[in-house]
């Protein structure tokens, strides 16, 4: 069974561009959560996503946005990128949420702003 | 509000020494516990849980027991391995399941 697949791996940009990360859940899975990996802060809770409905929100600015499709796949999108938004972003899905749900995480896409 | 505290790396131990990671969190309610492990280059996976008070969690030698007396959920291993060599992340999630609130990670270096 694939696991979270996450594209791309790896960018670069500069400040004041936007990008947009993809993120491919399990089959079968309909939750999927982002989240903000840096070396000093650990992992920040982004938004989570579940039937194409946001139901969570970290506390991020609204640069940061994402949406889930039909199919569950989901994307986000920063806009007008600063030097700390340089971070390792991390997608999550779940089958079920609940008191035992599990995240099954992707690889991560591995954003740096010059 | 809902948080997690564990202890700041890095550690480094040699081969087959005793392994704890401290973790303490602060919940409303009773949420589930859960340490992740992140191996060089991958993603988070998911290493052992715990659903509620007095539960062990154990999975490849790695034991903690979630502790609702002292709010906490310790990692521990008898005999570590250089294969054991990662980040480790302790976590908690509300009672709806629907957000997770993730340590800020161990690092740990085991050497032969």
């Known amino acids: 069974k694939a696991g979270v697949t996450q594209t791309p791996r790896y960018l670069i940009k500069t400040r004041g561009q936007q990008v947009t990360l993809s993120c491919s859940p399990i089959?079968?899975?309909?939750?999927v959560s982002w989240y903000q990996q840096t070396p000093g802060q650990g992992l920040q809770f982004l938004f989570e996503y579940f039937s194409e409905t946001q139901r969570n929100k970290g506390n991020f600015p609204g640069r940061f946005s994402g949406r889930q499709f039909s199919n569950s796949r989901s994307e986000m999108n920063v806009s007008t990128l600063e030097l700390g938004d340089s971070a390792l972003y991390l997608c999550a899905s779940s089958l079920v949420t609940g008191i035992t749900g599990e995240l099954f995480f992707g690889e991560g896409s591995r954003l740096t702003v010059l | 509000g809902n948080s997690v505290t564990q202890m700041e790396g890095p550690v480094t131990l040699s081969e087959e020494a005793f392994l704890t990671i401290n973790c303490t969190y602060t919940a409303t309610g009773y949420p589930s516990l859960f340490w992740y492990v992140q191996y060089p280059g991958e993603g988070l996976q998911l290493l052992l849980k715990?659903?509620?008070?007095?539960d062990k969690g154990s999975n490849k030698g790695f034991e903690a027991t979630y502790r609702k007396e002292t709010t906490s959920f310790h990692l521990e291993k008898g005999s570590v391995q250089v294969s054991d060599s990662a980040v480790y992340f302790c976590?908690?999630?509300?009672?709806?399941?629907?957000?997770?609130?993730f340590g800020t990670g161990t690092s740990l270096t085991v050497i032969p």
């Open positions: 715990a659903t509620k008070a007095d």
């Open positions: 976590a908690l999630s509300d009672r709806d399941g629907n957000q997770f609130y």
């Open positions: 089959s079968g899975h309909r939750s």
